[in-house]
């Protein structure tokens, strides 16, 4: 089974750092783009970027370049998105997502992480 | 930027017909794509490529793509049914997946 399985919630403080992940399992994880799309409180989904793992190429929406950063660990099938200085407006649940090979849908999804971001 | 534009609410009553569109310009010439999510669950992919099902999906769901507007169909809409509804395409020209704003099913 193709399951996409996301880190815990957090709750930081406004300047803080700040990495989530999603591990991939039962599938070919270096294969397959894996997508963050950004969900604030009672809103709807903003694609924010995509890697692909195989070789970290590496994809942005303009909305998000520059605000965090995606990575991978292909050794352990782990995608990530990091910020640098959180923001109160950072507070919003994020999905990672697979896309599968060759195709633009997003299918399986990981069960989000919720970030709060408060003082 | 590709805008796509939904209704934010649709309600129908159970058994019926329920039709959410998702307007675009010149949509019927990309691939589009549906999602549904539940209160405090993950979106999951209900249609894809305009009009196919991945499996599990009943085939009370059902989409078209023409024009300017793609349509997801809902047949004999069920109480389960009631959710967020999300279209999706790949905008080529900006290299971008853009998200419909979502509309709301309500069952009455």
């Known amino acids: 089974e193709v399951q996409l399985v996301q880190s815990g919630a957090e709750v930081k403080k406004p300047g803080e750092s700040l990495k989530i992940s999603c591990k991939g399992s039962g599938y070919s994880f270096t294969s397959y783009w894996i997508g963050w799309v950004r969900q604030m409180p009672g809103k709807g989904l903003e694609w924010m970027g995509i890697i692909y793992p195989g070789d970290s190429d590496t994809r942005y929406s303009p909305s998000f370049q520059g605000q965090v950063t995606i990575s991978a660990d292909k050794s352990i099938s782990t995608a990530y998105l990091q910020w640098s200085s959180l923001k109160a407006s950072d507070t919003a649940m994020y999905y990672c997502a697979r896309l599968p090979l060759g195709y633009n849908w997003f299918d399986p999804w990981g069960q989000g992480t919720l970030v709060t971001v408060s003082s | 930027s590709y805008v796509l534009t939904q209704p934010p609410s649709v309600s129908v009553a159970p058994g019926q017909t329920a039709r959410i569109t998702c307007g675009g310009n010149n949509i019927g010439s990309k691939s589009v794509h549906w999602y549904q999510q539940k209160p405090g669950q993950a979106p999951v992919l209900v249609v894809y490529d305009d009009s196919d099902r991945p499996s599990g999906i009943p085939e009370r769901f059902s989409g078209s793509n023409s024009g300017n507007t793609a349509t997801l169909t809902i047949s004999r809409v069920e109480a389960g049914d009631e959710a967020d509804y999300y279209c999706?395409?790949?905008?080529?020209?900006?290299?971008?997946?853009?998200f419909g704003g979502g509309t709301k099913l309500t069952v009455l």
């Open positions: 999706q395409v790949w905008d080529s020209s900006s290299d971008s997946w853009v």
